[in-house]
C-alpha cells in the first residue's frame, strides 16, 4: 500500500474519533445553542488538515521543501478544509452581524476576538519558541534585540522565516499561521463590510468578486498561471480576490441567503436522501481536477458546507460525542498539530530515518501525533481556552451586577427625594 493511499486518512479519521469519544466520557459537553454538525465539522476539518500535513511531512524530510503533497486526495484535503474554516467564520459571525444589527461596540468585539484566539495561540508560540531553543541548544546565536523581535512579529500572527538562526521556523507549526493573520484581518474589516454589504448589498460583494476573477482569467491570469512569467501584483490581486472574496465572500453571501430564505428550503437541506448531492460537491473539485483555491473549488465546496450548515448531520455522524469532541477542541488542534508532528518526527529521525520507514509504520506514527494532539488540544481548550471565555464571562457578569446596583441607587435616592 503507497503512503499517499486514502485508506491511511480514514483509519486516522476513525482512530481520532474513538480517542476523542473515550475523552468525551471524562468531559462535560454543552451542545446547547449550537449549530452541532457545524462545530463537529470544526474538528474533522482539522484532522484533514494533519492529514495532508502529515505527508507534507514526510516528503519534505526526502526533499528538503515544504511543499503540497503529491496526492490529489490529500491535497484537496487540506485545501478544502482551509477553505471552510473561512466559509464558517464568515457564515458564522456575518449570521450575528444580520441578527444584531451589526457587531455592537468595535472595541469590545476585537477584545472578544483577540481573548479568544490569543491565549492558546500564545502556548503554541510559546512552544515554538522552546523547540527553536532546543535545536539551537539553548544560546542566542543573534543579537538579543533582533532575537526579542523575531518573538514580537510571532506575538502578532505574524510568523519569521528564521528564528534565533534556525530556517524554516514556520515549518514548526506547518505553516498554519497565515489562515490566521487572514482570521484577523477579517475581523478588523468585518464591521465596514458589514455597513458596505449590509442587506442585498452582499450581492453586489460577490458580484465583484466574480467579476475581478472573470477580468484576470481573461487576461491568463489565474491559480495555474506560472509565477516568473506572471505580474505579482496580478497574482497578488487573484489571491486575495480568491480567499476574502470567495473564502470569506461566500460564507457571509450563505448567511444572507439563510437569512431571508423560506425555512422550507433549509428543511430540505437537512433531508439526509440529499446527502449524496453534498458529498458529491465536496468530491468534484478532485474528480474534475480543478486547481487548489480556484474558484471553481470554492464554489463546489460552498454547496457541501450548506447543507451542514442547516444541520445535516450526513447520517448522525456528525452528531457523534466523539466527532462533537474533536469539534470543540479543534482550534487548539488545529495549533498544536504541526508542532507534535515536528517534534515526534524529527525526534524519532535522529533514531531511524523518517524515509526509511515503510507507509504502515509512518502512519502508525502519525496515530500517535494524533492522539497526542488531541490528547493535549483537550487540555488547552479546558485550561486556557475555557478559562479565558469564563472570565470574559465574569467580568461582564460583575458589570452587569454593578451597573444594576447603581441603578438601584439612583431609583433610591430618587424615592427619597419623592
Not at 539551537?136 to 510568523?159: A, D, E, K, N, Y
Not at 468585518?190 to 442587506?199: D, Q, T
Not at 450548515?309 to 469532541?325: K, Q, T
Request: hydrophobic share 55%.
Amino acid at each position: 500500500m503507497a503512503i499517499t493511499s486514502p485508506a491511511f486518512y480514514f483509519v486516522l479519521i476513525g482512530l481520532l474519533i474513538g480517542v476523542a469519544t473515550l475523552l468525551s466520557r471524562g468531559t462535560r459537553q454543552d451542545a446547547k445553542k449550537l449549530n452541532v454538525p457545524l462545530e463537529s465539522l470544526r474538528g474533522l476539518l482539522a484532522v484533514s488538515v494533519l492529514s495532508c500535513h502529515a505527508l507534507v511531512s514526510y516528503f519534505s524530510f526526502k526533499t528538503g521543501k515544504w511543499d503540497p503533497p503529491p496526492s490529489a486526495f490529500f491535497s484537496y484535503a487540506g485545501t478544502e478544509s482551509v477553505e471552510m474554516f473561512f466559509f464558517m467564520s464568515a457564515f458564522l459571525f456575518w449570521s450575528k452581524c444580520l441578527a444584531n444589527n451589526g457587531v455592537g461596540g468595535y472595541g469590545s468585539f476585537l477584545l472578544k476576538r483577540l481573548r479568544r484566539l490569543a491565549p492558546a495561540y500564545y502556548v503554541s508560540a510559546l512552544l515554538i519558541v522552546l523547540v527553536v531553543l532546543v535545536r539551537t541548544h539553548f544560546r542566542i546565536l543573534i543579537s538579543p534585540l533582533t532575537f526579542l523581535g523575531q518573538l514580537l512579529m510571532w506575538l502578532v500572527f505574524i510568523p519569521t522565516p528564521t528564528m534565533n538562526g534556525l530556517k524554516d521556523v514556520p515549518n514548526i507549526n506547518a505553516s498554519v499561521t497565515w489562515t490566521l493573520f487572514l482570521e484577523i484581518l477579517f475581523y478588523l474589516m468585518l464591521p465596514v463590510l458589514y455597513r458596505i454589504f449590509k442587506g442585498y448589498r452582499i450581492l453586489i460583494g460577490v458580484g465583484a468578486a466574480l467579476a475581478i476573477y472573470a477580468a484576470l482569467a481573461l487576461r491568463g491570469v489565474r491559480m495555474s498561471s506560472d509565477p516568473h512569467t506572471t505580474s505579482p501584483v496580478a497574482l497578488g490581486v487573484l489571491f486575495l480576490d480568491l480567499l476574502f472574496g470567495f473564502g470569506f465572500g461566500l460564507g457571509l453571501l450563505l448567511a444572507f441567503v439563510f437569512k431571508t430564505c423560506p425555512p422550507e428550503w433549509l428543511a430540505v437541506l437537512r433531508q439526509r436522501r440529499w446527502t449524496p448531492i453534498a458529498l458529491l460537491c465536496l468530491a468534484a473539485p478532485m474528480l474534475l481536477k480543478v486547481k487548489y483555491y480556484d474558484a471553481p473549488q470554492f464554489l463546489f465546496v460552498i454547496v457541501f458546507f450548506a447543507f451542514v450548515a442547516a444541520g445535516n448531520d450526513f447520517f448522525g455522524f456528525l452528531s457523534l460525542r466523539g466527532v462533537f469532541l474533536l469539534g470543540t477542541v479543534s482550534y487548539s488542534f488545529y495549533l498544536t498539530h504541526g508542532i507534535v508532528l515536528y517534534v515526534l518526527s524529527h525526534g524519532l529521525d535522529h533514531w531511524v530515518p523518517i524515509v526509511s520507514l515503510s507507509p504502515l509504520r509512518y502512519w502508525g506514527l502519525i496515530g500517535v501525533v494524533g492522539i497526542a494532539t488531541t490528547c493535549l488540544a483537550t487540555l488547552l481548550y479546558h485550561n486556557v481556552e475555557v478559562k479565558f471565555m469564563h472570565q470574559r464571562s465574569a467580568l461582564a457578569h460583575a458589570v452587569t451586577k454593578d451597573e444594576t446596583a447603581q441603578e438601584a441607587v439612583v431609583v433610591a435616592q430618587e424615592s427619597a427625594a419623592t
